[in-house]
């Protein structure tokens, strides 16, 4: 029999996609064909034709890399009972959790993440949670110190209880829970629990509605002369596991970094730099959880599930990060807005875990310490792990220049990257050296040192994850996902179209800057370690703000040519055959791809058509900003997404899935596209009666292409007619209106010409 110690902690599968294989290859075919076409068709060359060949060549290229990426896709399993052979004693877990405004992250989200994160199945004297709070809030703080006394009741419950979920706010939003449990003494205790949570609410309730929430007495004194962007660092242990005691609540700490105008203070990157070297002070764990404020744990199992990777003989050399998927809780129907991310992680995300790995999502992650302090796998291997902090090699400026001048977390930093255990001091409170904590949480303390550049998270996109994630497979480092059944982490996504296109926004363009920065993917494989399929997945998914312009460009075409009665499309001759298939096929694949998920069909539709709006405008938007940035005229902020209090009892609402709209600019292209398609099947419609059929150059094609974007846009076609947030400011609709009648003309410009 194998030594059970040698056995691998997890496995990694191949899945075999064959026919979703089959459908992509023949998509890739059919644009090749499309494109051969173009170019042998000498007789008909025209600028509609010529922009249509340079959009068609950036769509097959984009298919190139999405087949790449989904080609070989990979899951793991991880086996539990081998872990505790391997490894007698678990490692410890510091686990961070980041909130930055506590009305667009209502405490009780947030309290409902740590409440969760703290009741882990882990050994509690193992764990240390750290919360940073970029909104300076007394309120939040506030919450967490209730929270903490609710912990002592909840964290027993949920161990002899075995619960689930964690969070009690899903938990008691589940009637049923109360009689799933046959013990007499359950059902007292649970109503008691629930009455306290209940207490607790209500608490934090009274809190949010005074205007000075908790008479900064006390405790709050620190908060009364503090500014959102103006206050020094405040650091405070609300509660110390002081017996390290396995069974008790973990430590918990809240983190307000310094903040001063005059400093940059690079958002969630920032924040969550603050809290390694925080926590490295105080804690030192060797592995770190992260994770939104409003992402709860699911499955309180999940560390082991994690750790079976990262401890794995093989794992260990190699994997980086352990990334869990992103789920949503409230989720609209149909999944209305696009947003739910279900289908996509499944087929790119199971691709790139076949790949070197899967990207960085900035939550649900397991990363290790030494990882983030800039090891390389190759450092990582050598047997003695000596780099020369100890022996001095390594002269004292160097260290400093890297970490900067804290003299404890150099010595902190040093056990990590040469592998030793962090003697935890008795006390935290004891050893907490306020001045220490607050100095490596000053907005100064970064200047002129490795942090955002080679250590910790990287700085200079709004997509900071992915960013950092990038730079540990530039290194070498593998990253695996782990999701065990039930789904680990549970979130928040927007519940409106404006929160999902800030968001995209966000996303799109944080992406494209890492693009067109010196961490671009392509230099990655060039001068790194990066994997070249890696490196396509990678140009694959930050290319998506790029991906607007031809977008935009082919859904003008249609337009185009029916007012300039020409075409773009092989309508009359034997190739119309081709855009046809694409485009069947192309759809028939999405939708099998979305069934076979499990997801409805109206899902699938709401997913393309949603596809087509934020490509046009949340990611042209991004686009944009991208562009100003580098003009230098402007630069991207982090917009923080809204967390909604969790509904109670459903959300039938029959607005839900709406359009809501504002004056921002996001919304006229959109609109721009729908009515420049009105007026292009308003003439199609009157050159069909007023021209005989040899007259008209376009054919059906190009008018199913007009009618299809207005199917698409219906959302915004609604919004024309719509009232209140429903509809699109007469603003909009006017500026739009202008834009339109001025393709119009122009193409009548270039026609008669
Ligand atoms: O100045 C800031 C801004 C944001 N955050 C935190 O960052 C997290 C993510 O912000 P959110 O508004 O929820 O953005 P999402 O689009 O939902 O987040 C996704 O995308 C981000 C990158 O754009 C990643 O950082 C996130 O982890 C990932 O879940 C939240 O916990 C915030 O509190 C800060 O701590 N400081
Ligand atoms: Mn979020």
Same mark, same amino acid.
């Given at each position: 029999?194998?030594?059970?110690?040698?056995?691998?902690?997890?496995?990694?599968?191949?899945?075999?996609?064959?026919?979703?294989?089959?459908?992509?290859?023949?998509?890739?075919?059919?644009?090749?064909?499309?494109?051969?076409?173009?170019?042998?068709?000498?007789?008909?060359?025209?600028?509609?034709?010529?922009?249509?060949?340079?959009?068609?060549?950036?769509?097959?290229?984009?298919?190139?890399?999405?087949?790449?990426?989904?080609?070989?896709?990979?899951?793991?399993?991880?086996?539990?009972?081998?872990?505790?052979?391997?490894?007698?004693?678990?490692?410890?877990?510091?686990? #961070?959790?980041?909130?930055?405004?506590?009305?667009?992250?209502?405490?009780?989200?947030?309290?409902?993440?740590?409440?969760?994160?703290?009741?882990?199945?882990?050994?509690?004297?193992?764990?240390?949670?750290?919360?940073?709070?970029?909104?300076?809030?007394?309120?939040?703080?506030?919450?967490?110190?209730?929270?903490?006394?609710?912990?002592?009741?909840?964290?027993?419950?949920?161990?002899?209880?075995?619960?689930?979920?964690?969070?009690?706010?899903?938990?008691?939003?589940?009637?049923?829970?109360?009689?799933?449990?046959?013990?007499?003494?359950?059902?007292?205790?649970?109503?008691?629990?629930?009455?306290?949570?209940?207490?607790?609410?209500?608490?934090?309730?009274?809190?949010?509605?005074?205007?000075?929430?908790?008479?900064?007495?006390?405790?709050?004194?620190?908060?009364?002369?503090?500014?959102?962007?103006?206050?020094?660092?405040?650091?405070?242990?609300?509660?110390?596991?002081?017996?390290?005691?396995?069974?008790?609540?973990?430590?918990?700490?809240?983190?307000?970094?310094?903040?001063?105008?005059?400093?940059?203070?690079?958002?969630?990157?920032?924040?969550?730099?603050?809290?390694?070297?925080?926590?490295?002070?105080?804690?030192?764990?060797?592995?770190?959880?992260?994770?939104?404020?409003?992402?709860?744990?699911?499955?309180?199992?999940?560390?082991?599930?994690?750790?079976?990777?990262?401890?794995?003989?093989?794992?260990?050399?190699?994997?980086?990060?352990?990334?869990?998927?992103?789920?949503?809780?409230?989720?609209?129907?149909?999944?209305?807005?696009?947003?739910?991310?279900?289908?996509?992680?499944?087929?790119?995300?199971?691709?790139?875990?076949?790949?070197?790995?899967? $990207?960085?999502?900035?939550?649900?992650?397991?990363?290790?310490?030494?990882?983030?302090?800039?090891?390389?796998?190759?450092?990582?291997?050598?047997?003695?792990?000596?780099?020369? #902090?100890?022996?001095?090699?390594?002269?004292?400026?160097?260290?400093?220049?890297?970490?900067?001048?804290?003299?404890?977390?150099?010595?902190?930093?040093?056990?990590?990257?040469?592998?030793?255990?962090?003697?935890?001091?008795?006390?935290?409170?004891?050893?907490?050296?306020?001045?220490?904590?607050?100095?490596?949480?000053?907005?100064?303390?970064?200047?002129?040192?490795?942090?955002?550049?080679?250590?910790?998270?990287?700085?200079?996109?709004?997509?900071?994850?992915?960013?950092?994630?990038?730079?540990?497979?530039?290194?070498?480092?593998?990253?695996?996902?782990?999701?065990?059944?039930?789904? !680990?982490?549970?979130?928040?996504?927007?519940?409106?179209?404006?929160?999902?296109?800030?968001?995209?926004?966000?996303?799109?363009?944080?992406?494209?800057?890492?693009?067109?920065?010196?961490?671009?993917?392509?230099?990655?494989?060039?001068?790194?370690?990066?994997?070249?399929?890696?490196?396509?997945?990678?140009?694959?998914?930050?290319?998506?703000?790029?991906?607007?312009?031809?977008?935009?460009?082919?859904?003008?075409?249609?337009?185009?040519?029916?007012?300039?009665?020409?075409?773009?499309?092989?309508?009359?001759?034997?190739?119309?055959? $081709?855009?046809?298939?694409?485009?069947?096929?192309?759809?028939?694949?999405?939708?099998?791809?979305?069934?076979?998920?499990?997801?409805?069909?109206?899902?699938?539709?709401?997913?393309?058509?949603?596809?087509?709006?934020?490509?046009?405008?949340?990611?042209?938007?991004?686009?944009?900003?991208?562009?100003?940035?580098?003009?230098?005229?402007?630069?991207?902020?982090?917009?923080?997404?809204?967390?909604?209090?969790?509904?109670?009892?459903?959300?039938?609402?029959?607005?839900?899935?709406?359009?809501?709209?504002?004056?921002?600019?996001?919304?006229?292209?959109?609109?721009?596209?729908?009515?420049?398609?009105?007026?292009?099947?308003?003439?199609?419609?009157?050159?069909?009666?007023?021209?005989?059929?040899?007259?008209?150059?376009?054919?059906?094609?190009?008018?199913?292409?007009?009618?299809?974007?207005?199917?698409?846009?219906?959302?915004?076609?609604?919004?024309?007619?719509?009232?209140?947030?429903?509809?699109?400011?007469?603003?909009?609709?006017?500026?739009?209106?202008?834009?339109?009648?001025?393709?119009?003309?122009?193409?009548?410009?270039? !026609?008669?010409?």
């Amino acid at each position: 029999m194998a030594n059970q110690n040698t056995l691998p902690l997890y496995q990694k599968n191949w899945i075999k996609h064959r026919f979703s294989r089959a459908m992509d290859s023949l998509v890739l075919l059919l644009l090749f064909m499309l494109l051969g076409y173009r170019v042998c068709s000498h007789n008909i060359y025209t600028f509609p034709w010529f922009v249509a060949f340079l959009c068609e060549s950036w769509f097959t290229f984009t298919w190139i890399t999405t087949i790449s990426t989904k080609w070989t896709p990979a899951k793991t399993t991880t086996f539990l009972d081998r872990l505790f052979l391997r490894v007698p004693e678990l490692p410890q877990v510091d686990l #961070f959790v980041t909130t930055a405004d506590p009305v667009l992250e209502p405490p009780i989200i947030t309290i409902n993440t740590v409440l969760s994160l703290l009741a882990l199945d882990y050994p509690a004297n193992k764990l240390a949670c750290y919360v940073s709070d970029d909104g300076c809030s007394p309120l939040t703080f506030y919450a967490l110190v209730e929270a903490a006394k609710f912990a002592k009741h909840w964290i027993p419950f949920c161990k002899k209880y075995n619960v689930q979920v964690r969070a009690p706010f899903r938990y008691f939003s589940d009637e049923v829970t109360a009689n799933k449990n046959d013990l007499p003494e359950f059902g007292q205790e649970w109503l008691k629990v629930k009455e306290e949570y209940g207490q607790l609410c209500r608490k934090i309730q009274n809190a949010a509605q005074k205007s000075n929430p908790c008479q900064l007495l006390g405790e709050f004194a620190v908060f009364s002369e503090t500014q959102l962007r103006n206050h020094p660092t405040i650091i405070k242990v609300i509660w110390e596991n002081k017996e390290g005691l396995s069974d008790g609540v973990p430590h918990l700490i809240y983190i307000s970094r310094e903040k001063r105008p005059e400093h940059p203070h690079h958002y969630k990157a920032g924040a969550m730099n603050v809290l390694t070297r925080v926590s490295g002070l105080m804690t030192n764990a060797p592995f770190i959880l992260n994770v939104d404020c409003d992402m709860y744990v699911n499955n309180p199992k999940i560390a082991l599930h994690a750790l079976c990777i990262l401890l794995d003989p093989k794992g260990e050399q190699e994997v980086a990060f352990v990334q869990c998927p992103q789920r949503f809780y409230d989720a609209v129907k149909d999944d209305a807005y696009g947003n739910q991310l279900v289908a996509l992680p499944m087929y790119i995300g199971g691709g790139f875990a076949g790949l070197q790995g899967i $990207i960085y999502a900035g939550t649900n992650c397991f990363h290790r310490r030494e990882v983030i302090y800039g090891l390389s796998p190759d450092e990582g291997v050598q047997n003695s792990k000596d780099f020369g #902090f100890t022996n001095g090699t390594l002269s004292e400026k160097e260290l400093v220049h890297k970490f900067g001048t804290s003299r404890g977390f150099i010595e902190s930093a040093t056990h990590t990257l040469e592998g030793k255990i962090f003697k935890t001091k008795d006390s935290l409170l004891k050893s907490l050296d306020l001045e220490a904590e607050s100095q490596v949480a000053s907005c100064e303390y970064e200047y002129s040192t490795a942090w955002g550049k080679q250590v910790g998270w990287i700085y200079g996109s709004t997509s900071e994850d992915v960013l950092t994630g990038l730079e540990m497979h530039t290194k070498g480092w593998r990253s695996e996902v782990c999701s065990p059944d039930p789904m !680990a982490f549970m979130g928040c996504s927007p519940q409106d179209n404006l929160g999902q296109m800030a968001q995209h926004k966000r996303w799109s363009s944080g992406l494209l800057d890492i693009f067109l920065s010196k961490h671009c993917p392509i230099f990655g494989t060039l001068f790194g370690k990066l994997q070249f399929r890696e490196c396509l997945a990678y140009i694959w998914i930050t290319n998506w703000a790029l991906r607007s312009v031809p977008e935009i460009c082919y859904a003008v075409l249609p337009a185009y040519c029916i007012i300039t009665n020409s075409s773009f499309l092989p309508n009359k001759e034997a190739g119309m055959w $081709i855009p046809a298939t694409l485009f069947v096929m192309y759809n028939i694949s999405a939708l099998l791809e979305h069934v076979m998920t499990g997801l409805s069909v109206q899902t699938w539709w709401n997913n393309q058509r949603m596809g087509r709006i934020t490509t046009m405008t949340s990611c042209f938007f991004g686009f944009l900003d991208i562009l100003l940035k580098r003009l230098r005229i402007s630069d991207t902020v982090f917009e923080i997404t809204k967390k909604d209090q969790p509904s109670s009892g459903g959300s039938n609402n029959k607005n839900v899935g709406r359009f809501i709209f504002n004056e921002s600019l996001i919304f006229l292209p959109g609109t721009t596209i729908l009515l420049v398609q009105l007026i292009a099947l308003v003439t199609s419609w009157w050159r069909w009666l007023t021209l005989v059929k040899n007259e008209r150059a376009y054919g059906v094609g190009e008018v199913f292409c007009s009618a299809y974007l207005v199917i698409c846009y219906l959302p915004f076609l609604k919004g024309l007619f719509g009232k209140g947030k429903y509809g699109i400011p007469l603003s909009t609709i006017c500026k739009a209106t202008v834009l339109a009648f001025l393709f119009a003309h122009l193409c009548n410009g270039t !026609a008669t010409n």
